[in-house]
């Protein structure tokens, strides 16, 4: 697997993470493009079949539920937590 594969991979697991936060949290709105672009572009790469992908996935309600509640308690919107690389060191 390559560095674009594997920051593909990221890149969806932390739009899906986002996405299942911030309907925990009721502030999901249907602007979903970019986690819908991600997921054919896995699709067309054969991803969706790798153990990282399969990895990542497993991981998303976890760290959603995680985010959902530090944003509870810190009040603030799932937007303005970390993003991208950020959040995945946060996360670990």
């Not at 986002?18 to 970019?34: M, N, S, T």
């Not at 937007?79 to 995945?88: I, K, N, R």
Request: glycine share 6%; hydrophobic share 35%; aromatic share 6%.
């Amino acid at each position: 697997m390559n560095t674009d594969d594997s920051r593909i991979i990221a890149r969806f697991q932390r739009l899906t993470t986002e996405l299942l936060a911030q309907k925990r949290l009721g502030q999901w709105h249907p602007g979903v493009d970019e986690l819908y672009r991600t997921s054919l572009e896995l699709e067309q790469r054969g991803l969706k079949k790798s153990p990282e992908y399969r990895n990542a996935m497993s991981r998303v309600h976890q760290q959603a539920e995680w985010l959902a509640e530090c944003s509870r308690l810190s009040g603030a919107a799932i937007g303005q937590a970390p993003a991208g690389d950020q959040a995945d060191e946060v996360i670990k």
